[in-house]
């Protein structure tokens, strides 16, 4: 790859390959086609309008693929856009650096998942320790919760990000339990590492995050609910209560139905946990679009999706939209790799999706 998307500048020619994130065909006020697209690699996205050669361009154009994109860059509004001249899927014989186009979390996974041990080490609870015991020592849970995404875009969206955005919401927790006593520190830790593991089954995908036939039909927050009641059952003796708080902790934890929880949160660590999972994944999505604009004129970024508003760029807030918290103890700045990165290529069989 001769530059990252965040590299290019209004002038530059572009001759590389790049993952479709999104495509859409859309109609013009004078009735003509033309398509809205989407590139992504590593380092961000790139959007393009093309009113030429629309129909075979809609063909290649495949989203969740990989295409060779001849352009140039232009800039509208302040924002660099690509203006294509063709494209092409990938053919035999192609060289692609599929590292140069997943993006992968700056921050060390190991150091990351240490980090999570330790906070588990502070559990009490025998029952909540045997229930996290469960997942985080079963190696097959571990190797997918390292590598996968948090979100299909919207936050934490790399190889990783799931571990990251957990480590975020679990650090938050933790420190809500110091500064308040009363919230029980056990349920707070475990909600906090065990409330998005339904992402684990609900997305997938090598080049770009797709979702799976359960989580179209489910969604992470019913299967990650599944999950932990399932392991509750097979632990002898768990408490009926305990069970149901740590439940209603993951089906809560958005807010509000509008967003996708089932019901309200009702107990003061579910209430906690809402608004630690809210925080971290809305500082994340305000440090990146700092850091994506910040070389781009004007003293706000553009209207952040999600957080519903434009952002000052404050000078401390500039560079790497990416490093939104502190490095795990032991950590380090992951360097791009050019092994093609473990993630996820397809849909767990639907007899192993609640398999513990």
């Not at 707070?188 to 590492?193: K, P, Q, T, V």
């Not at 969604?219 to 209560?241: M, N, Q, T, W, Y």
């Not at 604009?293 to 553009?302: A, K, Y």
Request: hydrophobic content about 40%.
């Amino acid at each position: 790859m001769s530059k990252f998307i965040k590299e290019l500048r209004e002038g530059d020619k572009v001759d590389d390959f790049f993952v479709v994130s999104q495509r859409e065909k859309r109609e013009a006020k004078n009735g003509s086609p033309y398509l809205s697209v989407a590139f992504s690699d590593a380092s961000g996205t790139i959007g393009s309008t093309i009113f030429d050669d629309v129909e075979r361009l809609f063909g290649v154009l495949e989203p969740n693929t990989i295409a060779k994109v001849t352009g140039s860059v232009s800039s509208r509004e302040g924002k660099t856009q690509l203006r294509i001249f063709d494209a092409r899927p990938v053919m035999d014989g192609d060289e692609v650096d599929f590292s140069a186009l997943r993006p992968v979390s700056p921050y060390d996974r190991e150091a990351m998942f240490k980090e999570l041990e330790s906070c588990r080490a502070k559990v009490k609870d025998p029952f909540v320790a045997k229930l996290l015991a469960s997942f985080f020592e079963d190696a097959e849970f571990v190797k997918e919760f390292k590598t996968h995404t948090a979100a299909k875009a919207m936050h934490h969206a790399t190889v990783g990000g799931l571990l990251e955005h957990t480590l975020g919401v679990v650090r938050l927790a933790d420190a809500f339990s110091d500064l308040y006593p009363k919230l029980d520190r056990d349920l707070m830790l475990a909600g906090a590492m065990l409330h998005d593991i339904g992402k684990i089954y609900e997305m997938g995908g090598l080049v770009a995050t797709e979702y799976t036939t359960a989580g179209r039909l489910l969604g992470h927050i019913v299967i990650g609910s599944e999950l932990v009641g399932r392991a509750c059952d097979k632990i002898k003796g768990f408490p009926e209560s305990l069970k149901l708080q740590l439940q209603h902790i993951i089906v809560s934890h958005h807010g509000k139905q509008e967003f996708g929880s089932p019901c309200l949160p009702q107990t003061p660590e579910a209430m906690a946990l809402f608004r630690a999972d809210e925080f971290d994944s809305h500082i994340f999505q305000a440090f990146r679009a700092i850091g994506d604009e910040s070389e781009q004129p004007g003293e706000f970024t553009s209207r952040v999706k999600g957080l519903d508003t434009a952002l000052y760029k404050t000078e401390a807030a500039k560079g790497s939209g990416l490093y939104s918290m502190a490095f795990p103890e032991g950590g380090k700045i992951e360097e791009p790799s050019k092994k093609e990165p473990e993630v996820q290529t397809s849909s767990p069989m639907q007899d192993d999706l609640f398999k513990q």
